[in-house]
């Protein structure tokens, strides 16, 4: 596809009248556990929760830290093309950059996912070989939903900045192919709001909404860029129905269809 991320993004959206992200993190201490039995769990489960949601998801965001290991890596790379199937794009929540040919490495998992989240610390350079993958998405961690992210991210620099600002106006900078997207959380809504006011034309993966209880309202007011951006939720959807064994799948999918009709009210 030569189509960049956020065009196909749109299109996405445009589909499905909605901007909701479903964070495919399965724990395999909360898996069902009728799905023991299957060769992959995480897969058997992330499966069922597609066929419940797809018709409510903008995009999936798996995160990298629940699949690594031997049979995890299968569990996505099962998990991205079925997504595929079902025309979704995905968003591997990753963290990643590094210096030099470690990051070129790294990059390699844009062959398979439509996106990455990425981590700004080591800067420009570090970043570089996602950067210039101009048909895949990158979203650069600003202000993070977690209670220590104002550990660093708030600190003051020497202009007077935060350094989630400084981190802002570095990505607008590096988004010269047009694929730069910025993470900031609904958990923290009038930072929200003042990054949205510094780079009006990035868009933005908003998390927190779910089990974090961010502000949803914020999260699409300040969150989209010309109707492009994402709004997820993990645990808050896809243990939705934690207690209601074989019938979990359809419950995420109610759980799904619920933020979209809440999010949709502020769109």
Same mark, same amino acid.
């Given at each position: 596809?030569?189509?960049?991320?956020?065009?196909?993004?749109?299109?996405?959206?445009?589909?499905?009248?909605?901007?909701?992200?479903?964070?495919?993190?399965?724990?395999?201490?909360?898996?069902?556990?009728?799905?023991?039995?299957?060769?992959?769990?995480?897969?058997?489960?992330?499966?069922?929760?597609?066929?419940?949601?797809?018709?409510?998801?903008?995009?999936?965001?798996?995160?990298?830290?629940?699949?690594?290991?031997?049979?995890?890596?299968?569990?996505?790379?099962?998990?991205?093309?079925?997504?595929?199937?079902?025309?979704?794009?995905?968003?591997?929540?990753?963290?990643?950059?590094?210096?030099?040919?470690?990051?070129?490495?790294?990059?390699?998992?844009?062959?398979?996912?439509?996106?990455?989240?990425?981590?700004?610390?080591?800067?420009?350079?570090?970043?570089?070989?996602?950067?210039?993958?101009?048909?895949?998405?990158?979203?650069?961690?600003?202000?993070?939903?977690?209670?220590?992210?104002?550990?660093?991210?708030?600190?003051?620099?020497?202009?007077?900045?935060? *350094?989630? @600002?400084? +981190?802002?106006? !570095?990505?607008? &900078?590096?988004?010269?192919? #047009?694929?730069? $997207?910025?993470?900031?959380? =609904?958990?923290?809504?009038?930072?929200?709001?003042? *990054?949205? @006011?510094? +780079?009006?034309? !990035?868009?933005? &993966?908003?998390?927190?909404? #779910?089990?974090? $209880?961010?502000?949803?309202? =914020?999260?699409?007011?300040?969150?989209?860029?010309?109707?492009?951006?994402? +709004?997820?939720?993990?645990?808050?959807?896809?243990?939705?129905?934690?207690?209601? $064994?074989?019938?979990?799948?359809?419950?995420?999918?109610?759980?799904?269809?619920?933020?979209?009709?809440?999010?949709?009210?502020?769109?």
């Amino acid at each position: 596809m030569n189509e960049d991320f956020f065009d196909r993004l749109r299109d996405r959206i445009d589909r499905v009248d909605s901007v909701v992200s479903v964070g495919l993190d399965p724990d395999p201490t909360r898996i069902p556990e009728h799905l023991d039995e299957y060769d992959l769990p995480r897969w058997a489960f992330n499966r069922r929760i597609i066929d419940a949601t797809h018709e409510h998801a903008a995009c999936y965001k798996p995160n990298a830290a629940f699949y690594e290991d031997g049979d995890g890596w299968r569990a996505l790379r099962e998990t991205i093309a079925y997504a595929h199937g079902k025309d979704v794009p995905v968003l591997l929540d990753a963290k990643r950059a590094d210096i030099g040919n470690t990051s070129r490495q790294y990059a390699k998992l844009l062959d398979h996912a439509d996106a990455i989240t990425l981590n700004p610390y080591l800067g420009r350079d570090s970043l570089e070989p996602f950067l210039s993958r101009a048909d895949k998405g990158v979203f650069v961690l600003c202000r993070t939903s977690n209670p220590g992210g104002s550990d660093v991210q708030d600190l003051e620099l020497a202009s007077g900045d935060r *350094v989630y @600002e400084r +981190v802002a106006a !570095l990505a607008d &900078l590096w988004n010269r192919n #047009g694929n730069v $997207g910025l993470v900031v959380g =609904a958990t923290t809504p009038e930072e929200l709001e003042s *990054v949205r @006011e510094q +780079v009006p034309d !990035l868009p933005f &993966l908003v998390p927190g909404v #779910g089990a974090q $209880g961010g502000d949803a309202e =914020a999260a699409v007011t300040h969150g989209l860029a010309d109707g492009v951006g994402l +709004v997820n939720s993990s645990r808050g959807i896809i243990f939705a129905g934690e207690d209601r $064994g074989a019938a979990f799948a359809k419950a995420a999918g109610e759980a799904a269809k619920r933020l979209k009709k809440r999010l949709n009210r502020y769109r």
